[in-house]
């Protein structure tokens, strides 16, 4: 229920928040349990890229199925997560500023969907094809499903987040916290965090850390020229 945040007190928030978070994990548990229905189809697909993987310990294949159900219910479930995440932003805004969150939240999820369809196209690939590229005769890998998936779930979701940035620096212009001259000359410290955010989301070598920083330079940049063109309208 949308209320005036002048009358939401901070245990008034809580509880919005609260609401908000159950019917977010309702949406994914949904979604989740529609995903497993086509869980073996999908372990197919996702395998392939390194043709088989193995399990260590009696639980791990159950495991593997169990959080890769999750990172596809979060996925299935991501239009009612983002629209319940701009909700809550919503209650601590002003009348004349809640009109942006109805404008720009379908535009988060064509982001975040297009961040999730660079990892998986672009960036796993790739990262695996160097990583894998460091075996030999005697050095031979031995991928665990557990692991994969993980490795797979965790780079989706993080690249799919990543992709938000344009947004994020959108709104912010549009509620009068940033503006596009303040974001053009901290282009150098924004290069600086996005360097140590790469190298934080990615395995420790700089092929990933460089395919990930690059794009999202390239969308600091799209969201400065977003900043521009939706503060003149």
């Known amino acids: 229920m949308s209320r005036n945040p002048d009358d939401l007190s901070f245990v008034g928030h809580l509880e919005e928040l609260r609401s908000r978070l159950i019917k977010s994990l309702l949406a994914v548990?949904?979604?989740?349990?529609?995903?497993?229905?086509?869980?073996?189809?999908?372990?197919?697909?996702?395998?392939?890229p390194v043709g088989k993987v193995v399990f260590t310990s009696p639980a791990d294949a159950f495991v593997a199925r169990v959080t890769l159900t999750l990172y596809g219910g979060v996925l299935?479930?991501?239009?009612?997560?983002?629209?319940?995440?701009?909700?809550?932003?919503?209650?601590?805004?002003?009348?004349?500023?809640?009109?942006?969150?109805?404008?720009?939240?379908?535009?988060?999820?064509?982001?975040?969907?297009?961040?999730?369809?660079?990892?998986?196209?672009?960036?796993?690939?790739?990262?695996l094809r160097f990583l894998l590229s460091f075996s030999s005769d005697f050095i031979v890998p031995m991928i665990t499903i557990?692991?994969?998936?993980?490795?797979?779930?965790m780079m989706i979701l993080a690249f799919g987040a990543v992709f938000e940035l344009p947004m994020v620096l959108v709104f912010l212009t549009k509620i009068g916290i940033v503006t596009p001259q303040f974001l053009a000359e901290k282009r150098r410290h924004a290069i600086v965090f996005?360097?140590?955010?790469?190298?934080?989301?990615?395995?420790?070598?700089?092929?990933?850390?460089?395919?990930?920083?690059?794009?999202?330079?390239?969308?600091?940049?799209?969201?400065?020229?977003?900043?521009?063109?939706?503060?003149?309208?």
């Open 194 to 233: 996005i360097l140590i955010v790469s190298a934080l989301l990615t395995p420790p070598d700089a092929v990933t850390q460089i395919i990930m920083s690059v794009p999202l330079v390239v969308l600091y940049e799209i969201g400065i020229v977003a900043c521009r063109l939706t503060r003149r309208s």
């Open 146 to 153: 557990k692991n994969y998936i993980s490795f797979v779930g």
């Open 29 to 48: 548990l949904v979604a989740a349990c529609f995903f497993y229905a086509f869980i073996d189809k999908i372990l197919v697909v996702l395998i392939q």
């Open 76 to 127: 299935l479930a991501l239009p009612v997560i983002i629209y319940q995440v701009w909700r809550f932003v919503a209650v601590g805004l002003k009348d004349n500023e809640r009109k942006y969150i109805f404008l720009l939240a379908p535009f988060s999820l064509l982001f975040f969907l297009a961040g999730g369809l660079f990892a998986y196209f672009i960036m796993i690939p790739v990262s």
